[in-house]
């Protein structure tokens, strides 16, 4: 019972990727860092206007956790990044956050949070934020320390496997959100409905999965690492959640803004998805 002690799977070579997932070699060069300074500061990071796409996304998961019917015991996070923003609502109704992610750096990234060492990414901008637009008059410092306290397991992940996490979950999810993700590891779109399929796993039936993603990107750059991402347009998205076996509750997009088109990445926009997964079956 219970999440099962993982050995985190082997790095790749730089100069060999695994032949399952094309591009992964690329992933052995990404910077954490350099990741975070390219979408977590502004202009992609700008408060000042809920028209920003850090303060829509933001709104999408408050939202969508407002109405209370997504809640339980555990949320599973996969590909966090180094990222914690997208944890900051769903905090508040799971017991239990578990993240995930391919690398080490980014693992290691999220662990320096949780432990609020120095040179840990700062937050703060985006908890008060949450705080603000949640409208319960909550001190920051306090959602910062609850998700604190329920970000209890960080654990390796691949997606293109059929367990992702290297062995089943027990008990399976409550609930499931992948931010930015699966088009970014998957080189084609058949690869991505593969990717769905193989979280979805994951998740108990009737578990609630909240996707947010790329629409139209086909590269994004994370310091020496170019990668390369499946450009999807909302059919695709769409397409696969069915082939998936999901029922869309709620399909949202944004169009990125010229200014916020600043070369890294060609991102066209934005999709959150609420989607969930079937009682029977
Ligand atoms: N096989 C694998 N399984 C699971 N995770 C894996 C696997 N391989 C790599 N990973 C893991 O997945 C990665 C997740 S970060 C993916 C970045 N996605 C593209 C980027 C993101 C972004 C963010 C914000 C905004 N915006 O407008 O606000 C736009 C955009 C568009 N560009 C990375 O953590 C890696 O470590």
Not at 28 to 57: G, I, M, T
Not at 117 to 133: R, T
Not at 172 to 195: I, K, Y
Not at 261 to 268: E, I, K, L, M, P
Request: proline share 10%; glycine share 8%.
């Amino acid at each position: 019972v219970g999440l099962h002690r993982l050995h985190p799977f082997p790095r790749p070579a730089p100069q060999a990727a695994p032949p399952h997932v094309p591009g992964c070699w690329g992933y052995a060069r990404f910077d954490p860092h350099a990741y975070l300074q390219n979408n977590y500061v502004p202009p992609r990071a700008d408060f000042s206007s809920e028209e920003c796409v850090v303060p829509w996304k933001l709104r999408c998961l408050a939202e969508t956790f407002a109405s209370g019917e997504i809640c339980g015991r555990t949320l599973i996070d996969v590909g966090s990044g180094p990222t914690i923003y997208q944890l900051l609502s769903a905090c508040e109704h799971f017991e239990e956050i578990v993240a995930t992610d391919f690398l080490e750096v980014n693992r290691e990234e999220l662990r320096r949070w949780v432990r609020g060492e120095p040179g840990a990414f700062d937050w703060s901008p985006f908890i008060q934020h949450v705080c603000k637009i949640e409208g319960r008059g909550e001190p920051w410092q306090e959602k910062e320390q609850r998700l604190r306290g329920r970000l209890r397991r960080i654990l390796p992940i691949d997606v293109h496997r059929a367990d992702p996490l290297g062995a089943p979950l027990h008990p399976p999810a409550d609930a499931l959100l992948s931010t930015f993700c699966l088009e970014a590891v998957s080189p084609d779109r058949a690869a991505f409905g593969r990717a769905l399929v193989n979280v979805g796993s994951m998740l108990r039936p009737g578990g609630h999965a909240l996707l947010l993603g790329a629409l139209g990107e086909s590269f994004y750059l994370a310091g020496a690492a170019r990668l390369p991402v499946v450009p999807l347009d909302e059919d695709d998205v769409r397409g696969a959640l069915s082939d998936a076996g999901f029922t869309l509750r709620d399909f949202r997009s944004y169009a990125m803004p010229p200014a916020l088109r600043t070369g890294v990445d060609d991102v066209d926009g934005v999709f959150f998805v609420h989607a969930q997964k079937p009682l029977e079956g």
